[in-house]
């Protein structure tokens, strides 16, 4: 390690407690102090480039230092940092919601803010249970999720999820939910098609429904992809079905597409690919493009008229946070919202989204890779002991670590989900960063399995 990384990393290590992570991992994994970022690419003290394979953890669209949206920020700094979202508004908040409307499913026309995923996630489940409350059906008060679902880490949003690696400690704090088979897609049948697999999963959560809907607020999924999941996924089909049962049933459907909005899965939200409108959807990470925390919940004119009331009722909605709609977050979403119609984004999507797909699919054949998957901007690579069992690696092995290592050698920042390794990276890629970014991963995986 350079001199000048080194000073960075053991003043970080005196104080800092990095997220999600063994920080004894540190005595022999490098800390990569970042000094700069332009694009795709991060760049340390010593001027060592990394290519930000996985967008900073999924919330960069644009690149990094992108021009439109710091020019957004520096004039809304000369302006407004920062009032007060209770008695006072804003321009920039007004602006950005307006904008969420008209792009989102239609009918969801209220933008309530929060701070982070995990935030909006708990507000959309207070505010199912609370507007059940407020029109006169309390019993409904419990929720279903899928199976290795992740929906953040405060307790409620923990407690709806279902990935035991960052729940099961937590077990005794949390409430209790109902827990139906995902319609994951990676365990389907041989011969199967992804629809066929999704549409015979469902009949689970028909099941439960039908037995439960009477105690049953909503239902939480995230559409498409189950990131923190292992990346696994599953067809759109799954989301009709779920809709229309939900209808059926009079259940809430909440959807969190705070990985895979905002154009990750091909759409600019996963449910449009389904044709169908949840009542309450949860975004945040590339809401800013990358920039600024900002989550927002929109929901339904019925939803928001069941808590429109004399104050005497006490049928508010009175869940907060310091910093709700922040401007300055606000103008960055505002921004980044922008691009995507002046460079007609989704399109150019599509064809970065085909050359990763087919540059990765070479890794098919693998002996130790079990299935190559995408949808949209979203590519994973499931890596098993077996490939004809799919008998996984132990995971006290951390053959992703390997890749992770390998990557940071060769100038590429993977972060692999287990033995998943995965590319999300920013929408201004090119073909040949593409290139680059699989084939270090390929080098990663041969050498991750080579014993």
């Not at 990750?264 to 600024?292: M, N």
């Not at 150019?348 to 699919?361: F, P, T």
């Not at 002991?385 to 690696?393: G, H, L, N, S, V």
């Not at 201004?428 to 990663?444: Q, R």
Request: hydrophobic residues 45%.
């Amino acid at each position: 390690m350079s001199d000048s990384n080194a000073m960075y990393v053991a003043r970080d290590l005196a104080h800092v407690w990095h997220p999600c992570t063994q920080m004894k991992d540190h005595e022999h994994v490098p800390l990569v102090p970042i000094r700069r970022g332009q694009g795709v690419w991060l760049e340390d003290f010593a001027g060592r480039r990394y290519l930000d394979a996985v967008s900073s953890w999924w919330v960069n669209l644009f690149g990094h230092s992108n021009p439109r949206i710091n020019a957004a920020i520096a004039a809304q700094l000369q302006q407004l940092e920062h009032v007060i979202l209770a008695g006072f508004t804003h321009e920039p908040v007004i602006a950005l919601s307006e904008a969420l409307v008209k792009v989102a499913p239609q009918g969801l026309s209220r933008c309530f803010y929060a701070d982070n995923g995990s935030s909006a996630v708990e507000v959309a489940a207070k505010m199912s249970f609370h507007y059940w409350k407020n029109v006169g059906r309390g019993s409904k008060r419990r929720f279903i999720t899928l199976s290795n679902s992740y929906h953040g880490e405060t307790l409620g949003a923990l407690a709806l999820g279902d990935v035991a690696l960052y729940k099961a400690i937590y077990q005794p704090l949390l409430m209790q939910v109902r827990v139906v088979a995902s319609p994951d897609c990676f365990a389907r049948a041989p011969g199967a098609t992804w629809a066929e697999h999704s549409t015979q999963q469902f009949a689970r959560m028909e099941d439960a429904l039908a037995r439960h809907h009477d105690e049953t607020a909503a239902v939480i999924v995230e559409p498409l992809v189950q990131c923190a999941g292992s990346m696994r996924m599953y067809d759109p089909v799954y989301l009709k079905l779920l809709r229309q049962a939900c209808d059926r049933y009079d259940v809430h459907l909440i959807a969190d597409e705070v990985a895979v909005g905002f154009g990750r899965t091909g759409t600019l939200f996963a449910c449009e690919q389904a044709g169908i409108r949840p009542d309450l959807l949860c975004l945040s990470k590339g809401l800013t493009g990358g920039y600024l925390p900002l989550s927002v919940v929109m929901t339904t004119e019925e939803v928001y008229a069941a808590f429109y009331d004399e104050y005497e009722k006490m049928n508010a909605f009175l869940h907060s946070h310091s910093y709700t709609g922040n401007p300055l977050a606000c103008a960055a979403a505002r921004a980044s919202l922008a691009i995507f119609d002046a460079d007609d984004v989704l399109a150019g999507n599509r064809v970065l989204a085909a050359h990763m797909g087919a540059r990765a699919q070479t890794l098919a054949g693998h002996a130790h890779v079990a299935e190559v998957r995408q949808h949209g901007m979203i590519v994973a690579i499931e890596l098993v002991k077996d490939k004809a069992t799919r008998a996984p690696y132990a995971w006290q092995e951390r053959r992703g670590l390997r890749v992770y290592r390998h990557g940071l050698t060769r100038g590429v920042l993977l972060r692999p989900i287990g033995n998943v390794v995965y590319f999300m990276p920013p929408y201004v890629i090119t073909p040949d960063e593409i290139d680059l970014m699989i084939s270090v991963a390929e080098e990663g995986i041969e050498k991750a399995t080579c014993d």
